[in-house]
Structures are given as structure tokens and as C-alpha cells.
């Protein structure tokens, strides 16, 4: 008994240190202020915040001489909160001080140290900028009340490079935004876009631009892959909202999605289009790019590296990193001459993380085997371009071995044998008169005979020459296939329509056709604009009218995704103009 409380003691004392210890270990000390941006004359609160479990003998903060700022509080004001969550303990002080911006211009703040628990630790630097009040006053009634603005992370992006899209609305203190909807489709012909948007309302802050005092709130955030280079243009995008005017003017407390008023009425605001200077990949293109642009990583692996003879081998390919993940090709490389390939599985996932598309794409290619021994999947080059760098990145998968072996449980053949027996013949014999008989070279059996075998040679010889060429040549085996690989896309298509879901079924349909003229012409599959495929058939000389209606269900498939869902009709008629498209295409390629 007594050795049992001995323990339960010094396994209190030993959780008490741990505790205090994990408690110093998540200590955060951080700082902030209530606006960044201000007018000569104004004044803003710098907080130092401090959190963790065990806050125990922390030092007041002081603050230095600041350049272009007065401060108000050389004792700041304090404030305090615990919190008890899932049985975990925190607590957090604030210090908070008042300053007051002198002169237009910059004022930066250096970190601040502060003792907690006999350990030092420092703030983040924070930076405002200060503008001049006078000029304010003369540009406040020139300036928009609410306008939009597209914010690009990118101006001269590479084809294929990822850039972030957002779309500002900026709107003067006495306005509040109540709500807000799309006014029509935003045209992005030129891009590949996907919606970022992560669920969360907008949320306002403070800004002055053009010296100008501006709430600022991002509705939305795209990120858009250009496919084409040159001068490629964004449309216009049209919002309709739902404003008031404060009844407290000047008022930078606003909130979005708020505040009481008076004067409500629903405003069209439109953001301008916007040019960009897409720059082609740079030359010379390595032969082994995979068509992915970003950061990337490849591995080549296979599960199972001894099987038996006829049982199907896994080949994964897998590409991940931040980028076009969607467009990036399968790694091109041969397998074994005793190896019989098939089209391989591709899986794509993707998540937005940081305002950007990261996740992977894996491709799963099946191989059977004929022959026993050992076999070596070569090793193989891949590379991807990488604008941060400005170049490609070369990746080496390496070579792969390969047992194949004979199942020691497989059941030979039987062979029966079915030669004739005879016997004797008896009984009474019978004499009938012969007929004259027409000659062997006479009869129709003889000809036949004669010739049928040369032509079981003939056309297993011409059999041989195509499953060779078939196996070997990947353009002319890409040409036989490439009408059923765009039939299984247009019925996977087909099956999707009970779920209306347009989005889902033009992406098919754009796969059928643009994967059925890479197919027929032996080109890379990913990042076709309608304008490359109009080219290419214009080159081909297919009929016009075959070519317009291609590109007209491609540009569909580019726009779908910002109109309303179609009918189930709609989308079936679509699928089959898709399919009269691609039998079309057939007879001019």
C-alpha cells in the first residue's frame, strides 16, 4: 500500500513537470494592429498578444522610439482570457498601446521582446503606411463609391503555369454589402480555371488606395491555367449587389455582410478585363516532358516483382506537387518485348491549399508477361518545367527487375489418342458395277485444297505483321484504339446523365474528341485550347463543317461550368453530336 502511493506521487510530481514543460513548449507570442493603413493625423492600437498553458512571471513589453509615430500609452492597457477546451488548459494576455501616425510615409514597427517564464521571445515585425490627409480630401469625391477589381498573382505567366485569380470588391466606409450574386458567366476562353473558394464568407479590411479610404473584401478566388500563349484576355466579371449607405458617414467600423442604414439598393458593379502576355514553354521542349508545369515530384513503383507466368503485373506511376496536376502525361517508356501492355488507369486528387491546386495524379499501367526469366523494365527520364526556376526539371525513374516463373500447379495438356482402329470384315461379299469417275485436278475439293492453305499462310503472316506493328508501334496501336477509347469516354458520359451533371459531362466529351485527334495524329494529349484544334484540322484538311462543330462542343465544355445545369435531353443530344463528330472525324483523318 505504501509502495503504491510512493508511485502515484512521484508520477504526479513527473506529469506536473511535463505539463509545465509542454505548456513553455507552446507558448506563442504575436503582434498586431487594428489598421495598416492610415492618414497623417490618425491613430491605430499595437497589440502583443501572449497564449499558451503555463504563463507564469511575464515581463511588461515596452516600446522603443518609433519613427513617424507618437505613442499614447507608455503603460499599456491589459486584458485577459482562459479557456478550458477538452479538458486542455490555456490562457492569454494582451498588451495593448496607442499611437498616433505622424507624416505620410512608412512606419515599421521592429520586434518586440518579452520574458515569459524566464524565457525571451519576439514579436513579428509589422509595417504601415501612412498617407497624407490634404490629398485625401481633394480625391475622396473623384473616386468610385464601389467598384471590382481582378487581382492577378501573375501577368506574364508560361502556358500551363498556375496563377491565382481574385476578385476584390472595394467599397468607401459609409457602404455596406449585404449580399451579392453572379450576373452572368465570366469568360476564361484560353484557361483552364478551377473555383477555389473554400466555403468561408468574405471578410473586410481596411485599406486606402489612390488616397482614398476603401473597405476591401475578396469574394472569390479562381485559379486559372492559361493553354494557349500569346495576348489571351480575361472577360469581365458582373456582380449584382445589395448596398446601403450608413447613416454614420465615414464610419470605417463597416462590416460586410452588415451594419444598420438606410438608402438599400441592388448596384451591377464590373471588374475590367484584363490582358495577359502568356509566354510559351521555353525551346527547345525536352523530348520525355511530361506537360506538367509547377513543382513537381515522379517515383515509379511496382507492388509485386515476382508473378507467375500469364498473371498481370501493376506498373504505378505516380506525379505529385503544385501545378497543372490534371494535364500532366503518363511517362512514356517501353516494357519488355515478352510483355503484353494495356491502357493504363489514371486516378486524379486534388486540394487547394494556400490559394493554390496541389494533389497527384497516378497512372496504373497492366502488363502480362509471356515468357518466363528474368525481364528489366528500363529505367526512364521525365522532366517538368518550373517557373519559379525558369527551367526543366529532369527526373530519373529507375530501371525495375522482374521474375516471371511457371506455375508449379498448372495442369498440362492430355493428349487422346484417336487413331482409326479397323477390323476384319465379314460376311457376303456383293459385286456392283463402277462408274467412270471425274478426274481428282477436275474436282472443285482439289482446288480448294490447294489453295486454302496459302491462304491460312497468307493471312496469318499479315496477321503477324499487324499485332508486331500493333505491340510496337505506339502511334499506330494510339490510331487502331482511338475510336473506342472516345466511345468508352462519350458512354461513361451516357451514364452520367441522370445526375445532370453538365460539368462532368462536357469534360467527357471534351476528352473523346481532342483524345481521339491526338490518337489519329500520334500528338500529346493534355492542354488543347479549341484554337490548337481548330489548327491542327484546318492543317489536316477536314471539312469545316466537321471542324466547326468540334470546336464548338469544346468551347462548350470550356463555358458549361459557369451556365446553368442543362436538361437531360440537352446533355444527351450533345453526347451524340460528339459521337457523329468523332465518326466524322474518322473519314477525313
Do not use: C
Amino acid at each position: 500500500m505504501l509502495t503504491r502511493g510512493i508511485f502515484l506521487i512521484l508520477t504526479s510530481i513527473f506529469l506536473l513537470f511535463e505539463t509545465g514543460k509542454a505548456g513553455q513548449d507552446d507558448i506563442t507570442v504575436t503582434a498586431s494592429v487594428n489598421n495598416n493603413s492610415l492618414f497623417s493625423g490618425e491613430r491605430f492600437v499595437y497589440t502583443i498578444e501572449i497564449s499558451g498553458a503555463n504563463l507564469q512571471d511575464i515581463s511588461r513589453p515596452r516600446l522603443p522610439e518609433i519613427h513617424n509615430a507618437r505613442n499614447f500609452s507608455q503603460i499599456p492597457s491589459t486584458s485577459s482570457s482562459i479557456s478550458i477546451i477538452n479538458g486542455v488548459y490555456s490562457a492569454r494576455y494582451s498588451y495593448s498601446f496607442t499611437l498616433e501616425a505622424l507624416n505620410e510615409g512608412a512606419i515599421e514597427i521592429p520586434a518586440i521582446e518579452i520574458e515569459v517564464a524566464g524565457n525571451m521571445y519576439r514579436t513579428n515585425p509589422i509595417s504601415l503606411m501612412v498617407y497624407d490627409r490634404a490629398q485625401s480630401r481633394q480625391r475622396v469625391d473623384d473616386q468610385p463609391e464601389i467598384f471590382l477589381r481582378l487581382e492577378l498573382s501573375e501577368r506574364r505567366p508560361y502556358r500551363g503555369q498556375q496563377i491565382s485569380a481574385d476578385l476584390v470588391i472595394y467599397f468607401k466606409p459609409e457602404i455596406d454589402i449585404l449580399s451579392y450574386q453572379p450576373a452572368g458567366s465570366w469568360r476564361t476562353e484560353g484557361f483552364w480555371s478551377e473555383n477555389l473558394a473554400d466555403g468561408t464568407s468574405p471578410r473586410a479590411e481596411t485599406v486606402i488606395t489612390g488616397g482614398v479610404r476603401y473597405r476591401r473584401a475578396k469574394l472569390l478566388s479562381y485559379a486559372l491555367f492559361p493553354t494557349r500563349s500569346g495576348s489571351v484576355e480575361i472577360g469581365e466579371y458582373r456582380i449584382n449587389a445589395s448596398v446601403r449607405r450608413s447613416a454614420r458617414f465615414g464610419d470605417s467600423g463597416s462590416r460586410f455582410f452588415g451594419g444598420m442604414g438606410r438608402s438599400q439598393e441592388t448596384i451591377e458593379v464590373r471588374s475590367e478585363p484584363v490582358t495577359l502576355n502568356v509566354r510559351p514553354l521555353p525551346q527547345p521542349v525536352p523530348s520525355h516532358f511530361s506537360g506538367a508545369v509547377g513543382e513537381f515530384t515522379f517515383e515509379r513503383t511496382a507492388p509485386v516483382r515476382e508473378v507467375m507466368l500469364g498473371e498481370p503485373i501493376e506498373i504505378i506511376t505516380s506525379v505529385r506537387g503544385t501545378g497543372n496536376v490534371a494535364l500532366v502525361n503518363k511517362p512514356v517508356y517501353e516494357a519488355p518485348d515478352s510483355f503484353e501492355s494495356y491502357r493504363p488507369q489514371e486516378n486524379i486528387n486534388t486540394a487547394v491549399s494556400g490559394g493554390r491546386i496541389r494533389g497527384s495524379k497516378t497512372f496504373t499501367e497492366i502488363f502480362i508477361p509471356r515468357r518466363t526469366g528474368a525481364h528489366t523494365l528500363e529505367a526512364t527520364t521525365v522532366s517538368h518545367f518550373d517557373p519559379a526556376r525558369n527551367r526543366y526539371v529532369s527526373h530519373t525513374l529507375p530501371a525495375i527487375e522482374f521474375s516471371i516463373v511457371r506455375d508449379p500447379d498448372a495442369v498440362p495438356n492430355v493428349i487422346t489418342d484417336t487413331r482409326l482402329r479397323l477390323n476384319t470384315l465379314t460376311g457376303i461379299v456383293a459385286w456392283s458395277q463402277v462408274q467412270p469417275q471425274t478426274p481428282v485436278p477436275q474436282r472443285w475439293w482439289f482446288w480448294l485444297f490447294l489453295i486454302f492453305p496459302v491462304l491460312v499462310i497468307g493471312s496469318s503472316y499479315y496477321g503477324y505483321i499487324y499485332l508486331d506493328k500493333y505491340q510496337n508501334d505506339k502511334g499506330f496501336s494510339r490510331a487502331v484504339t482511338a475510336r473506342k477509347k472516345a466511345m468508352k469516354d462519350l458512354q461513361e458520359a451516357r451514364s452520367a446523365l441522370p445526375d445532370k451533371d453538365s460539368k462532368k459531362i462536357f469534360r467527357l466529351i471534351t476528352n473523346a474528341i481532342t483524345g481521339y485527334i491526338s490518337d489519329r495524329l500520334n500528338l500529346h494529349e493534355a492542354g488543347w485550347a479549341p484554337a490548337d484544334v481548330e489548327a491542327i484540322l484546318m492543317e489536316k484538311n477536314v471539312d469545316e463543317k466537321v471542324i466547326s462543330e468540334a470546336v464548338h462542343l469544346l468551347k462548350l465544355g470550356i463555358t458549361i461550368q459557369y451556365a446553368p445545369n442543362m436538361t437531360e435531353t440537352d446533355l444527351e443530344k450533345h453526347i451524340s453530336a460528339a459521337e457523329q463528330v468523332i465518326v466524322k472525324l474518322g473519314e477525313n483523318l
